[in-house]
């Protein structure tokens, strides 16, 4: 088990939002079924989500469209799925109490913190605002302002850059194995969790 004090000895702590700050794996599983099935794909699991976690709806729509022949743009899928999942489910996320409360003490301690997720800006905001982090959280990075997202490293770096910090000096929080891949090929180290619980042993090094 990792010691707590430990975690609060990094300059900078940067938190995954989608499974590590919140519980909304099954909703965004909700919101994508509700869409697939209007244009002839399969129910998209819980299970798999999880699996692919992190990654953002505009690949996971293309990924979709491609593996089932959906001949659609893949952005009108992904803007149905965001608009869907804005009005009809994130209202219902519950947070992790667990790792927010992690979020909140390391600021406390005079530690910068960021959240660097696959959601989008304006689901993210919501978030923080409904979880009412917004007073301790630095800075954001969501899949809409940068380029390539997970699992390639750009929006840890970037959550680093806004920081003022260097990889080295970040401890990353995730759940997914895709996030935990581009925690390491940006360098940092990291923290394992799963619904709201810390399941590393240790720290996850570069």
Known sequence: MIDKNKIFEFKYIIFDLDGTLCDTEHLHADAWTAVAQKYGMPPIT?????????????????????????DVDPQIIADEKAQNYFDNFLPKTQKFESICSIL?????????TAIATGSQIKETNYLIELFGLTAYVDAVVTADQIKNGKPAPDTYLEACKRLNATPSECL?????PIGLQGVKAAGMTCIKVFEGKIVSDDFIKP
């Open 46 to 70: 819980h299970e798999l989500l999880i699996k692919i976690g992190g990654i953002s709806t505009i690949n996971l729509s293309k990924m979709f469209c491609q593996q089932y022949g959906i």
């Open 104 to 112: 909140r003490e390391a600021h406390d301690r005079g530690i910068k």
């Open 172 to 176: 990353v929080f995730e759940d997914t």
